[in-house]
């Protein structure tokens, strides 16, 4: 079951109804795989911006410089990516290190270069989805869905690392869908499902951990009502030509409780309830949602990082 959903997939580009966009589409996603930048007009965003992925590419094909050092040794070499004086050159072929040092961080929690969104003080960050400020209720570090509507960031977001602790509530109501239902909306259209999914049947693509009615998570990884769980996520948004069509789909892996539940899954659209999921063209920065479905979920510790 698990491996025909992650296959199938894979291989969605075999369907009939969407052949001729996935044709296109193969290029980008070998350039996304590669880290090569500028190699198709997906890159650009909608306001005529390049946004290239940022890991400089290598040079593959090129050998490392030799080091003027004469006091280098081998696990220097090793450690810096620098070939050590005295001896020859790293052989053709090898990919010498980047030129750019990866940026030192904080790791955290959260890491220094995060924005937090939540840090169990106020909703400053948020407004609801109603109009004016976002209402939920605030007590003791946590953040609880009360009824007032779902709520956004202010601030829009395209491609993201996003960290989120949520809880269903400890008191077991209602089933399937309606026990312990909430959801976060990247870019406010694509949601990764929150609900008790604890002994709580309802269909797999809308079980906790799943993009809602697209995909279904490759394991319930769910802890039991009232304990805190997390969502990792890595997202990377969908990219549309200035016409509105789709030039990349959008992707995204999500780690619920350090487990990995969605594995670089392309969606297929806005994750709607009822009908086809379907793209609509909208600007790269959007903000994040959070749902409110009537159920009293919590949430603390909400960061994110932009990529
Ligand atoms: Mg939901």
């Not at 407004?127 to 570090?141: L, N, R, Y």
């Not at 960031?153 to 909430?182: I, M, Y």
């Not at 693509?205 to 809602?212: C, K, L, V």
């Not at 997202?235 to 619920?256: C, S, W």
Request: charged letters at 20%; a positive charge; glycine letters at 12%.
């Amino acid at each position: 079951m698990i491996m025909k959903q992650s296959f199938f997939g894979g291989i969605a580009c075999s369907g009939i109804l969407i052949v001729a966009g996935c044709a296109q589409l193969q290029p980008q996603k070998a350039s996304r795989q590669l880290g090569v930048a500028k190699s198709f007009p997906g890159w650009i965003g909608p306001k005529g911006a390049v946004e290239a992925r940022k890991r400089p590419a290598p040079e593959v094909g090129k050998s490392a410089p030799a080091t003027e050092t004469k006091t280098g040794t081998a696990k220097e070499a090793r450690q810096t990516g620098q070939t050590p004086a005295g001896n020859k050159p790293a052989p053709e072929g090898e990919i010498p290190p980047p030129k750019e040092e990866p940026k030192v961080i904080d790791p955290g929690p959260p890491p220094s270069d995060a924005l937090v969104l939540f840090d169990g003080k106020d909703l400053s960050q948020w407004k609801s989805d109603s109009g004016g400020p976002a209402k939920w209720e605030i007590k003791d570090g946590v953040v609880t869905v009360n009824g007032t509507g779902s709520i956004s960031t202010k601030q829009g977001f395209g491609d993201c690392q996003l960290h989120l602790e949520w809880a269903t509530p400890a008191e077991v109501k209602g089933e399937g869908q309606g026990r312990g239902n909430s959801g976060v909306y990247l870019q406010g259209r694509y949601e990764v499902q929150v609900l008790d999914s604890y002994n709580n049947k309802t269909y797999y693509h809308g079980q906790a951990g799943s993009i809602y009615k697209q995909y279904a998570p490759l394991v319930n990884v769910s802890r039991k009502p009232g304990e805190w769980q997390s969502y990792d996520i890595v997202y990377h948004a969908p990219r549309f030509d200035e016409n509105g069509k789709l030039l990349m789909p959008g992707t995204i892996t999500v780690l619920q409780n350090g487990v990995l539940v969605q594995d670089n899954v392309e969606i297929k659209g806005g994750t709607a309830a009822a009908g086809a999921p379907k793209y609509h063209a909208h600007p790269l920065k959007q903000p994040l949602g959070l749902q409110d479905h009537h159920n009293p979920v919590r949430y603390r510790n909400i960061w994110i990082r932009e990529l």
